[in-house]
Nanobody, 115 residues
Framework: QMQLVESGGGLVEVGGSLRLSCKASRSVFSGSTMGWYRRAPGQQREVVATITWHHDTSYSESLKGRFTISRDNVKNMVYLQMNSLEPEDTAVYYC?????????WGQGTQVTVSS
Protein backbone atom coordinates (compact mmCIF):
# COMPACT_ATOMS: atom_id res chain seq x y z
CA GLN A 1 0.00 0.00 0.00
CA MET A 2 1.42 3.35 -1.09
CA GLN A 3 -0.15 6.30 0.63
CA LEU A 4 0.86 9.89 1.22
CA VAL A 5 -1.43 12.38 2.93
CA GLU A 6 -0.45 16.04 3.09
CA SER A 7 -1.95 18.61 5.42
CA GLY A 8 -1.31 22.01 6.94
CA GLY A 9 -1.80 24.31 3.99
CA GLY A 10 -3.95 27.40 4.02
CA LEU A 11 -4.19 31.09 3.32
CA VAL A 12 -1.48 33.26 4.85
CA GLU A 13 -0.31 36.81 4.42
CA VAL A 14 3.07 37.77 3.02
CA GLY A 15 5.73 37.20 5.66
CA GLY A 16 3.69 34.59 7.47
CA SER A 17 4.52 30.98 8.31
CA LEU A 18 3.00 27.56 7.79
CA ARG A 19 4.02 24.06 8.77
CA LEU A 20 3.10 21.30 6.36
CA SER A 21 2.84 17.67 7.42
CA CYS A 22 2.90 14.48 5.41
CA LYS A 23 1.86 11.08 6.70
CA ALA A 24 3.38 8.26 4.67
CA SER A 25 2.69 4.56 4.59
CA ARG A 26 5.54 2.48 5.92
CA SER A 27 6.17 0.86 2.56
CA VAL A 28 6.85 4.28 1.02
CA PHE A 29 8.67 5.87 3.91
CA SER A 30 11.02 3.29 5.35
CA GLY A 31 14.61 3.86 4.23
CA SER A 32 13.54 6.39 1.58
CA THR A 33 14.76 9.85 0.81
CA MET A 34 11.65 12.00 1.06
CA GLY A 35 10.93 15.30 -0.58
CA TRP A 36 8.47 18.14 -0.69
CA TYR A 37 7.38 19.23 -4.15
CA ARG A 38 5.15 22.04 -5.29
CA ARG A 39 3.19 22.96 -8.39
CA ALA A 40 2.34 26.60 -8.91
CA PRO A 41 -0.49 27.58 -11.26
CA GLY A 42 0.53 27.02 -14.87
CA GLN A 43 3.92 25.57 -13.94
CA GLN A 44 5.47 22.14 -13.65
CA ARG A 45 5.93 20.41 -10.35
CA GLU A 46 9.30 21.19 -8.79
CA VAL A 47 11.34 19.86 -5.89
CA VAL A 48 11.40 22.17 -2.90
CA ALA A 49 13.40 20.22 -0.32
CA THR A 50 14.65 16.71 0.31
CA ILE A 51 15.71 14.73 3.36
CA THR A 52 17.45 11.37 3.53
CA TRP A 53 16.66 8.59 5.96
CA HIS A 54 19.62 9.84 8.00
CA HIS A 55 18.33 13.44 7.97
CA ASP A 56 20.69 14.97 5.42
CA THR A 57 18.82 17.81 3.77
CA SER A 58 18.91 19.80 0.56
CA TYR A 59 16.88 22.75 -0.67
CA SER A 60 16.00 24.58 -3.82
CA GLU A 61 18.33 27.55 -4.08
CA SER A 62 15.38 29.83 -4.77
CA LEU A 63 14.10 29.39 -1.22
CA LYS A 64 16.90 31.49 0.28
CA GLY A 65 16.86 29.58 3.57
CA ARG A 66 13.22 30.22 4.37
CA PHE A 67 12.07 26.58 4.48
CA THR A 68 13.14 23.70 6.74
CA ILE A 69 12.40 20.04 6.05
CA SER A 70 12.38 17.44 8.80
CA ARG A 71 11.15 13.90 9.38
CA ASP A 72 10.13 11.54 12.15
CA ASN A 73 11.22 8.02 11.27
CA VAL A 74 9.11 6.50 14.02
CA LYS A 75 5.85 8.19 13.02
CA ASN A 76 6.46 8.00 9.23
CA MET A 77 6.03 11.75 8.99
CA VAL A 78 7.72 14.45 6.94
CA TYR A 79 7.37 18.15 7.73
CA LEU A 80 8.05 21.42 5.96
CA GLN A 81 8.36 24.57 8.03
CA MET A 82 7.85 27.57 5.78
CA ASN A 83 8.75 31.05 7.01
CA SER A 84 8.76 34.50 5.42
CA LEU A 85 6.27 33.32 2.83
CA GLU A 86 6.06 35.20 -0.45
CA PRO A 87 3.31 35.31 -3.10
CA GLU A 88 5.59 33.20 -5.33
CA ASP A 89 5.25 30.36 -2.81
CA THR A 90 1.58 29.97 -3.72
CA ALA A 91 1.20 26.40 -4.97
CA VAL A 92 -0.10 22.96 -4.19
CA TYR A 93 2.50 21.19 -2.06
CA TYR A 94 3.08 17.44 -2.22
CA CYS A 95 5.37 14.99 -0.53
CA UNK A 96 6.80 11.89 -2.13
CA UNK A 97 9.98 9.89 -2.31
CA UNK A 98 12.99 11.12 -4.24
CA UNK A 99 12.73 10.22 -7.08
CA UNK A 100 8.94 10.21 -6.80
CA UNK A 101 6.79 7.11 -6.90
CA UNK A 102 4.06 7.89 -9.41
CA UNK A 103 1.35 5.74 -7.78
CA UNK A 104 2.02 7.37 -4.43
CA TRP A 105 1.15 10.98 -5.27
CA GLY A 106 -1.41 12.33 -2.82
CA GLN A 107 -3.88 15.16 -3.20
CA GLY A 108 -1.45 17.74 -1.93
CA THR A 109 -2.18 20.71 0.27
CA GLN A 110 -2.88 24.19 -1.07
CA VAL A 111 -0.76 27.09 0.15
CA THR A 112 -1.91 30.56 -0.82
CA VAL A 113 0.11 33.63 0.11
CA SER A 114 -1.77 36.89 -0.17
CA SER A 115 -0.06 40.22 -0.75
Amino acid sequence: QMQLVESGGGLVEVGGSLRLSCKASRSVFSGSTMGWYRRAPGQQREVVATITWHHDTSYSESLKGRFTISRDNVKNMVYLQMNSLEPEDTAVYYCNTVPPLRPAWGQGTQVTVSS
